[in-house]
């Protein structure tokens, strides 16, 4: 049985390029939804308000079992939980296309969205099994750059199936690659190290009370979750804003938008994962690129086409930053690195995605019912003003850690060891 670092160069690529195809066919199944609103709220009679509550219960069901997800992979081991996420995600994706009304769609991407939950932090926790330390943060920013290309593939690419055959269609081809996937997965993701021990439910919780009370975690995730809600409000309600705002653009003219914003986020990630790991302070990178990013939403209304796509490459490019520094700092502190990862990833997103499904819902309330103009100003002051408790982020880093603090005193590429992965 393989040790957590044992694994030659080609397994490490074999593994993250597993990774990487699951989190790409994951994210398409987030966003293919996205760019048929319009055609779903036409066909099946929602209004903006139903449309959003639709988005928001797949955020729900994403954010209750985020922390369930990070338990389960304490005690059956993050690969065991990956795979079946992906089984579970593509059923409930599949199902969405014969929903035969707005309220069954959202009970079926309720249902995609625990599926979700069961793969992301699991699978991110696997990056600590394949890659040692000191070469996790561009790992990281890779993994996330999957979620960006899954993202873009599925708005431009939903919306031109959307178009082609509808709606349904568009959901249908995500969930049954997802459960393809789930077949495949398993002969890229090898087993490491001895199965995971079999923790009666009081050992778990002492596992995952330092996470739960932890000041960095809560600063991490609500400093965040405003910004979270603001850029996946700008990724999925974009299509229906140009439909109202801009009605002579066709719906892949403005699922394009978005879409070259989720084309940016690919380089963003693995920059935010290579300068997080040599950053002495990875809690200013976030406050600044977040900062600049918020900003940035507040203009969205005024901007002609022109400047739309330069701000939504930006905003692409600023995710990726931020994504990839917010995943790379709980594999560092004292509370949540090794096994605990998962968990405290877990409970990041947990918090964020709860506070971001809510800004979601509010975002279509508000543009239903006053405008696309004060939707957007309220997403660029919400996703401003909770930045500052980034401050309170620990800076110390776990003690496996510590010979990896400080590479801009070093002056290193990234890594020295000789076994880092090509």
Known sequence: MSTPTSLDPKGRFQAALTLLLSRVVYAFNWYNIGAVLPLIGRNLGASTFQLGIVLGAFLVGAGVFQVPAGLAALRWGNRAVSLFSLVLMGGFSLASAFAPNWPTLAAFRFGAGAGAAFFFAPALGLVTSYFPTGTRGPIIGVYNAGFSIGSGIGLLGGAVIGAAYGW?????????????????APFGLPRTGPRPERRPLGRLWESARPIFTSRSIWALSVGTSGLWGALYAAAQYFTDFAHAV??????????????LMIVF??????????????????????????????????VIPFLPFAGLVALFAFLGFADGVVFAVIYLIPSYLPESHGE???LGLAFVNTIQIFL????AILF??????YGYSTAWWFAAVVSLVPLPLLLWISRRRGEVEESFVRPRARRPRIVTAPDRPT
Do not use: C, D, K, N
């Open 265 to 298: 986020e690919v380089p963003g990630g693995p920059f935010g994962g290579w300068i997080g790991e040599r950053a002495p302070e990875m809690r200013r990178i976030l406050l600044g690129w977040g900062v600049a990013a918020g900003l940035a939403i507040l």
């Open 246 to 259: 801009h009605p002579v653009w066709s719906v892949a003219l403005a699922a394009g938008i978005p879409t």
């Open 340 to 342: 605990s990862l998962a």
């Open 168 to 184: 349904p269609f568009a959901l249908a081809v995500g969930g049954v690659v997802l459960l393809a996937m789930a077949a495949i």
């Open 364 to 369: 279509g309330y508000l543009a239903g019912t």
């Open 356 to 359: 971001g499904s809510a800004i």
